[in-house]
């Protein structure tokens, strides 16, 4: 596709389940991102894969959570056990190549929400 | 660690009214500078940035310029539209280790015009 794309868009959680957030970043872009966006808040630094190398994860909040990048291209954060301070917007972002001033381009995100 | 601070919202205008929203920043390094803009339903989107200072970021009417020497990057329009209401966040990139040029992002300002 022409943009990141992020599925489920909208998911609904019980407290201490397990969930799997997708992105597909554009296609042939190095750098990936994962950000947590608390309601009324700016989007806050997850971490970052160079390809399939996960570079930085200093963001991930507790060893809940957990992200993946096999093959350099689709990546998956994972949630255990999640708990109701879980509940935000989840972007992703990529961007062609990494350096100081290149675009990151976001995803719409998925919400979550957990109950 | 590096921070952004911009102008609390909302901020409610008067189509074709001038608008600026502040935004100050604390880098450690020498960033990069960006406005991004989030439409309702919709995902981020950069609408502008600088690299250096004195450059001056514009697109779609929008203008901000580095001032390194007052550390701010604020955004000014001269004659907001209906379609300018959004969130508007201000954000800096600057190198966090191993090739990662994360972005740090403010709070976000909501902007509403009126017709």
């Known amino acids: 596709g022409a943009g990141v794309s992020q599925s489920p868009r909208y998911k609904v959680a019980k407290r201490g389940q397990d969930v799997a957030l997708r992105c597909d970043p554009i296609s042939g872009h190095v750098s990936l991102f994962w950000y947590q966006q608390a309601l009324g808040q700016g989007p806050e630094f997850l971490t970052y894969?160079?390809?399939?190398?996960?570079?930085?994860k200093s963001g991930l909040p507790s060893d809940r959570f957990f992200a993946e990048r096999p093959e350099g291209s689709v990546s998956t954060l994972k949630i255990q056990r999640t708990q109701q301070e879980d509940s935000a917007v989840y972007l992703c972002?990529?961007?062609?190549?990494?350096?100081?001033?290149?675009?990151?381009?976001f995803g719409e995100g998925s919400w979550l929400t957990v109950v | 660690g590096d921070s952004v601070t911009q102008m609390e919202g909302p901020v409610t205008l008067s189509e074709e009214a001038f608008l600026t929203i502040n935004c100050t920043y604390t880098a450690t390094g020498y960033p990069s500078l960006f406005w991004y803009v989030q439409y309702p339903g919709e995902g981020l989107q950069l609408l502008l940035k600088a690299t250096k200072a004195d450059d001056k970021g514009s697109n779609k009417g929008f203008e901000a310029t580095y001032r390194k020497e007052t550390t701010s990057f604020h955004l000014e329009k001269g004659s907001v539209q209906v379609s300018d209401s959004a969130v508007y966040f201000c954000a800096l990139s600057a190198y966090s280790g191993g090739s990662n040029y994360k972005l740090t992002f403010g709070k976000g300002t909501l902007l509403t015009v009126n017709p």
């Open positions: 894969f160079q390809n399939e190398a996960q570079l930085d």
């Open positions: 972002a990529s961007s062609p190549k990494t350096g100081l001033g290149n675009t990151i381009y």
